[in-house]
């Protein structure tokens, strides 16, 4: 089992910046980041592998997120900078204790969520 524990959302206005972070249980392979705005389904927003050595990102925040990992702390971060009202969204993180491609959207643990709220 995994436990996963999200942090750091809040309400920001468009143009301003946010870090949020998921603390793990234990160590695991590619972590991610979901979000899900509203009457509209879960999206993947950005994966990072189990050393961090490859990211993959969404087109939709390409080049304003950054997704990173701590391992000695069992923590993935998620740097949004450029929030636009669009980014509001629960967002949740994302873990898998198995190892397969990064762009497999495909995960076996799920936290509660923090939400993200990006007034105009």
């Known amino acids: 089992q995994v436990q996963l524990v999200e942090s750091g959302g809040g309400l920001v206005q468009a143009g301003d910046s946010l870090r949020l972070s998921c603390a793990a249980s234990?160590?695991?392979?590619?972590m991610a980041w979901f979000r899900q705005a509203p009457g509209k389904e879960r999206e993947f927003v950005a994966a990072?592998?189990?050393?961090?050595?490859?990211?993959d990102y969404a087109d939709s925040v390409l080049g304003r997120f950054t997704i990173s990992r701590d391992n000695a702390k069992n923590t993935v971060y998620l740097q949004m900078n450029s929030l636009k009202p669009e980014d509001t969204a629960v967002y949740y993180c994302?873990?898998?204790?198995?190892?397969?491609?990064?762009?497999?959207?495909?995960?076996?643990?799920w936290g509660q969520g923090t939400q993200v709220t990006v007034s105009s």
């Open positions: 990072i592998s189990s050393g961090g050595e490859n990211t």
């Open positions: 234990r160590r695991t392979y590619t």
């Open positions: 994302a873990a898998r204790t198995y190892s397969t491609l990064i762009t497999y959207r495909v995960y076996n643990y």
